[in-house]
T-cell receptor
Framework: NAGVTQTPKFQVLKTGQSMTLQCAQD?????MSWYRQDPGMGLRLIHY???????DQGEVPNGYNVSRSTTEDFPLRLLSAAPSQTSVYFC????????????FGSGTRLTVV | DQQVKQNSPSLSVQEGRISILNCDYT??????FLWYKKYPAEGPTFLIS?????DKNEDGRFTVFLNKSAKHLSLHIVPSQPGDSAVYFC???????????FGQGTRLTINP
């Protein structure tokens, strides 16, 4: 059971480039989310999804797009990378109901130069 | 506007003693609170949670206390062990918990 898998683990982009951060979970969880972690800021929600075909914005959505075509996958797209998007990105998932404990992936460290 | 605040960036505790991590919140709509533990280069790991209808929840060495009137929660770890050294985040949610709001984190160091 792999849990939540994020790829790549590290990435360096030039300003203006686009890329997709991949996230896959094999637990059949309905809810999935993307967070970014910056020093002194905790984790901030970028986008989230409550099921296939349903997505919504979080606290810091600008510059990012998401889609959820399957239950398993929730990719995060950076449209035109900026240095302000240098961060560590975490994908998380959980099932509905229960103790509300999200399971997190190990993260993608992104540097935009 | 920081809705969830952890005002202590770091805490150092001797092995075997009690560790107390604190968290304050401002949004009275929050109805569920969680604590996560994070090691370097790993994702956060869910530790323990508490509903707003309770004031205490216990799981082994970990106990979370909620004081709704003060909008304050705390995590107690007894006894503290070296493996507890990590960054601890509190988080809050409301209305079905699709979204979590995190505090800034507290780095806990357990000294032998």
């Amino acid at each position: 059971n792999a849990g939540v898998t994020q790829t790549p683990k590290f990435q360096v982009l030039k300003t203006g480039q686009s890329m997709t951060l991949q996230c896959a979970q094999d637990m059949n969880h309905e809810y999935m989310s993307w967070y970014r972690q910056d020093p002194g800021m905790g984790l901030r929600l970028i986008h989230y999804s409550v099921g296939a075909g349903i997505t919504d914005q979080g606290e810091v959505p600008n510059g990012y797009n998401v889609s959820r075509s399957t239950t398993e996958d929730f990719p995060l797209r950076l449209l035109s990378a900026a240095p302000s998007q240098t961060s560590v990105y975490f994908c998380a998932s959980r099932r509905t109901g229960g103790a509300y404990g999200y399971t997190f992936g190990s993260g993608t460290r992104l540097t935009v130069v | 506007d920081q809705q969830v605040k952890q005002n202590s960036p770091s805490l150092s505790v001797q092995e075997g003693r009690i560790s107390i991590l604190n968290c304050d919140y401002t949004n009275s709509m929050f109805d569920y609170f969680l604590w996560y533990k994070k090691y370097p280069a790993e994702g956060p790991t869910f530790l323990i949670s508490i509903s707003s209808i309770k004031d205490k929840n216990e799981d082994g060495r970990f106990t979370v206390f909620l004081n709704k009137s003060a909008k304050h929660l705390s995590l107690h770890i007894v006894p503290s062990q070296p493996g507890d050294s990590a960054v601890y985040f509190c988080a809050a949610s409301w209305g079905g918990a699709q979204k979590l709001v995190f505090g800034q984190g507290t780095r806990l160091t357990i000294n032998p």
